[in-house]
Structure formats: C-alpha cells, structure tokens
C-alpha cells in the first residue's frame, strides 16, 4: 500500500481491527502512517483506549458495527437494548441508533450503521440537531463492556494469529 501510495495510485492508507500492539509495531515500520483505522466501536465496546492512542497518533478511528450489530448472525442487543440508552433516547425524543451513532460522533470518530431499510438510513443521518450532555455521556460510560465480534474464523494454528488474545491485541 506505502508504494501505492507513493505513486499516487492511493490517497491515504486505512486499516482494520489494529489494537494499541499490532499498531504501535506497525508504525515502527512503517514510512505513512495509516490515515484510519476501521474497529468495532459502540456504546458496548467503546475502545477508550485505542481511541486516545489514535488520537495522539493523528489516526482516524472508524467504527464498524456502530449499533452493535443488531439481529445478524454475529450481534447481540447489547446496545440496542441497553436500557441506557432506551432511557437517553426516550428524554431526547430520539431512536436507540440514534443515540448510538451520535455518541459515536461526539467521540470524533465516524460510524458505518448498516440498513436496507430506507427509513432507517434516513434516521440513521439525522444526528445532528441533538447532543448528547456530559451526564449523558457519564450514563453510556457506565454501559458493560463486551466486544460483540469475536473474530473465532479468523483463529488458525498454522496463521499469526492462534488465539483470541492474539488476534485482539489482549482486548477480548
């Protein structure tokens, strides 16, 4: 990517699912830092850690599965349910997602909400005439943490990576 880079052929590099480790050894190396890093990031995994180290690094943090992948295969209702967030999103007279991607955008990062429904991508957009308060804030850190991903297809004992803690820098 860094000689894709060099001839013009790519703007900015990206990456995905680099934890503090994996990405403080990849800048040892590297000669472009990454522009952005894409993880999972929402209200139940909120990744303070890396965001600040990101965010001292110039790093972009992206987060996928901003609503905590609700109702496919992998998710859970951690976010959607939480009754945290159903009671900011009652008081502010918005949905759960909207409560989540806005909390997602007032920590500087962008969301990626997935949907089909014309509807929901429309109230998916529709963050930006509320804020969230520091109380509100307060509230959502106190939301139980758990990474909604784990990552099991991408363990192999012949691959870099063997284990979960491997594969998530010791962020399981």
Not at 21 to 43: C, D, G, R, S, Y
Not at 57 to 84: C, D
Request: charged share 25%; with cysteine.
């Amino acid at each position: 990517m860094e000689e894709c880079y060099k001839l013009g052929l790519a703007k900015s590099i990206g990456i995905c699912n680099y934890g503090v480790k994996k990405l403080t050894k990849l800048l040892e190396i590297a000669t472009f830092p990454p522009a952005v890093n894409q993880v999972e990031m929402n209200p139940s995994w909120q990744q303070g850690k890396l965001r600040e180290f990101c965010k001292q690094k110039g790093i972009h943090v992206s987060a996928w599965s901003a609503l905590g992948a609700y109702k496919i295969f992998w998710g859970s209702g951690a976010v959607m349910e939480n009754p945290i967030l159903q009671d900011i999103a009652k008081a502010k007279g918005k949905t759960i997602a909207q409560v989540a991607l806005r909390w997602v955008y007032q920590q500087g990062s962008s969301a990626m909400a997935k949907s089909t429904n014309r509807e929901r991508m429309k109230q998916n957009l529709d963050i930006f005439d509320f804020e969230l308060s520091e109380e509100d804030l307060e509230r959502i850190s106190q939301v139980p943490q758990r990474r909604q991903y784990t990552g099991d297809m991408w363990l192999s004992e012949n691959g870099s990576c063997k284990t979960l803690e491997e594969l998530w820098d010791g962020d399981v």
